[in-house]
Each structure stands twice: as structure tokens, then as C-alpha cells.
């Protein structure tokens, strides 16, 4: 069954984005689309420049170009479904539940993952005993980590919870303590970085300074161990921008270990094969949600909770440890 069609949207090219591609500047005006789904739309005959039907995403604009997207009927989705997983409660009462999260799973679907999601399996375990205020996509939802991030996440069991919990997120109170192994080991103990960060202008599914809505973003870290060309950090996020973590450490030139979209195949450059091939196949950012401390979401008691590092991180630090003591 199809749902209300979206007006068409119209935008006008602003002299600074001229000569450059249709796609490109599509997705620099119009930050909800992706520039994949602007090029399907283009491909679909739903973009028009100047009253003339665009044909290829490669197109130039020019300024003043008025450029016109008729989005396709909305189908409405089906609800998200209870699913069998088995979680790793760390906590769980009348109001909170606090999960630890393994590398792999999506917290809620999105395009491409509809199935298997932490949502999925909170809902097999709680049922209508979750928040809903987030959306009946996300019941429970407070915050999220990357699919790739392992770690604690708070979940809130009904709307009172919830939004006392999005309170203290949104005023900075919930501290987040994340370990990152991270490539070439930091000449200070410790440091901060304050950058604002944004939707990459090039790559709109990165986070960096090259962007054209910067938000605030501070990060902190200290060095917990050096591994001879690779460090162990403690990571403490103040703000909560998405790939914060990931997207920060990439700017001080310490991405994690793994993250091939913030560092690239930068184990190419490992000199040492054994470890070369450890990295190389370490299938994901080496980076941990360990530690969350936050008060109560009904009687504000502050509460803490650790998440030991899991088995693929312990197997890489000690992979990296070795090499470090026989090169020694």
C-alpha cells in the first residue's frame, strides 16, 4: 500500500557550489539524501534542472540553476519484529536496561538491515516494556554505537526513563569511557581535541572538519599502553556526534586499528608480515564502548558500569604486544 506522495523539493545553486556535479551538489543541499539514493533519483528521471529532465549525475550546474527532486511515494514499513538474540544484559530493572553490545550488531535497521538488530532482540526480551519515544523504529533508543563498535549502551524500559535519560545525555552528564587501539603511539601522555566535525563534503558517509555544517565536538584521551608503532588509549567523548571517536582520532593522526573508512588499508605499511596480516584482517574499528556511568533515570542514583574488552580486541592487543617485546 503506498502512502502520501512528498511535494517536490526545489532548490536553487548557489554560486559557490557551480561547476560542480549535479549528485554532488544535490547532496550538499539536501543533507537527508544520500548521494547514492540522489543518483538512483536522477536514474529514475526525478531530478530536473531548469525545467529539463537531468540525465546523468555527472551533469555541471551552474549558479542560479534551479534544480527540482520529486521523491517516490512513501510505503509505509513494517513495525520492527521480536527476534531471538542472545544479549548480554549488563543490567536490567523496571526503568533501565544496560546492554553490551557486540561488534557486528546494528542497533536499529536501516537501509540494507532489516533483521537481527539489538532492536530486534530487545524486543523479544521486553516486548512493549520499552520506550517508545524515540519511534516505534527504535523503542528503547536513548543513544547507539556503530555497528562496528563493541561496548555499553543504555536502553530505557518507558517514556519517563527515557526522557530523563535524554536529559542527561543532551546536558553532558553521562560519561562514556571507550579503548581504542589505534595506529603510531601519541608522543604526550594525554590530550584534547576540539574540533567541530560535520558530514564530509566528498564522502557523506564520513564525519570530519571538511564540512559544511560544522557542529562542537570534544574528545579526550590518555595513553593507556604502548605497543611499538600502536597504542592502547582511554577515550573520553564530552559531546556525542556521530563517529566522533573515530573521526577525531583520524584528525590527530591515530585512527583505530581497523577502520577502513577513516584510515584506508594503512596495515599496507606494516613492516613486520605476521602482524601486517593480523591487522589486515581485523574486521572492524578497534574501538570499545568500556565504561558508562549515569544516574538512575527514577531515583538518580549515579550508577557505573564496565564492559571487559572482548576476545577479538584481547587476541589483537596480544598479538601486538608480542611483536612489540621481539622487537625489543
Known amino acids: 500500500m503506498s502512502g502520501s506522495a512528498s511535494p517536490p523539493t526545489t532548490v536553487t545553486v548557489p554560486d559557490d557550489l557551480a561547476g560542480q556535479r549535479l549528485d554532488r551538489v544535490l547532496a550538499s543541499l539536501l543533507t537527508d539524501l544520500s548521494r547514492s539514493k540522489i543518483q538512483r533519483l536522477i536514474s529514475a528521471d526525478r531530478v530536473v534542472v531548469d525545467e529539463a529532465p537531468a540525465t546523468k549525475a555527472s551533469l555541471r550546474v551552474e549558479g542560479g540553476q534551479q534544480i ?3 521523491l517516490p511515494d512513501e510505503t509505509p514499513v513494517e513495525k520492527p519484529r521480536p527476534q531471538f538474540l542472545d544479549l548480554d544484559i549488563v543490567h536490567e530493572d523496571d526503568d533501565l536496561v544496560v ?3 557486540p561488534a557486528g550488531l546494528v542497533v ?6 532489516h533483521e537481527a538488530t539489538l532492536v530486534n532482540g530487545l524486543l523479544h526480551r521486553y ?3 520499552l520506550s517508545r519515544r524515540g519511534g516505534d523504529e527504535r523503542p528503547g533508543i536513548v543513544h547507539r554505537l556503530d555497528k562496528g563498535t563493541s561496548g555499553l549502551m543504555a536502553v530505557a524500559r518507558n517514556d519517563a526513563a527515557h526522557a530523563a535519560l535524554a536529559d542527561q545525555f543532551a546536558e553532558r552528564t553521562v560519561e562514556k569511557e571507550y579503548n581504542a587501539v589505534v595506529y603510531g603511539c601519541p608522543r604526550e601522555w594525554s590530550g584534547e581535541v576540539d574540533l567541530a566535525i560535520g558530514r564530509d563534503r566528498a564522502d557523506r558517509t564520513k564525519i570530519s572538519p571538511n564540512t559544511d555544517r560544522p ?3 570534544f574528545t579526550r584521551w590518555e595513553l593507556a599502553e604502548d605497543l611499538g608503532g600502536f597504542a592502547l588509549l582511554r577515550v573520553w567523548p564530552k559531546t556525542g556526534r556521530t563517529h566522533q571517536v573515530r573521526a577525531h582520532l583520524a584528525a590527530i593522526h591515530h585512527p583505530c586499528v581497523g577502520d577502513l573508512k577513516y584510515v584506508g588499508a594503512q596495515w599496507k605499511s606494516v613492516p613486520d ?7 589486515r584482517g581485523f574486521g572492524r574499528p578497534a574501538l570499545h564502548a568500556r565504561r558508562l556511568r549515569l544516574d538512575h533515570p527514577l531515583d538518580g542514583a549515579r550508577l557505573e558500569f564496565v564492559a571487559p574488552l572482548p576476545a577479538d580486541l584481547e587476541e589483537l592487543l596480544g598479538t601486538l604486544r608480542r611483536a612489540r617485546d621481539e622487537s625489543c
Open 68 to 70: 527540482t527532486v520529486s
Open 215 to 217: 557542529r562542537q565536538a
Open 99 to 101: 546492554v553490551n553490545k
Open 273 to 279: 608480515g605476521r602482524l601486517r596480516k593480523a591487522i
Open 127 to 129: 516486548g512493549e516494556t
Open 108 to 113: 536499529h535497521r536501516g537501509a540494507g538491515q
